[in-house]
């Protein structure tokens, strides 16, 4: 992100957290501490899995004529598939993770859409 000044932030985390200084509202982190905690935890297990998944399907779409490609493919798809379960079960049937739309939920819902294009259909985890 450039900054009127010129200045650059990078890195997602830390961007929505200089966004959350300088624009308080409205809110992006819960005000509650534990659903803040909470929504840190979520949100970097998304940032790490989610991109590490995603990396791995796109080197095997890439390397598309490899031996192991077809392995790597399904190896994303089970991960994906395993980690959107564990985000349904963190969501435990609320509109949003932390009762209120919060950073975590933009942190999950990015991925969802490419689901389908690793094998993976998004309506399996309502």
């Known amino acids: 992100m450039v900054l009127d000044d010129g200045g650059t ?7 929505s957290e200089y966004i959350e200084e300088v624009y308080p509202e409205p809110r992006l982190y819960p005000k509650d501490p534990y659903k803040r905690a909470r929504m840190r935890t979520i949100e970097d297990l998304c940032d ?7 990396f791995g399907n796109w080197l095997a779409v890439l390397r598309d004529k490899a031996p192991e490609s077809g392995v790597m493919k399904q190896a994303a798809s089970e991960e994906l598939r395993a980690l959107l379960g564990v985000l349904e ?3 435990g049937g609320r509109d949003f993770f932390c009762g209120e739309l919060s950073l975590v939920d933009f942190a999950a819902i990015c991925y969802v859409p490419g689901a389908k294009t690793m094998g993976v259909n998004p309506g399996e985890f309502p």
């Open 9 to 15: 932030i990078t890195d997602s985390t830390i961007i």
């Open 48 to 54: 790490r899995s989610f991109d590490a998944i995603g």
């Open 89 to 91: 079960g963190e969501l």
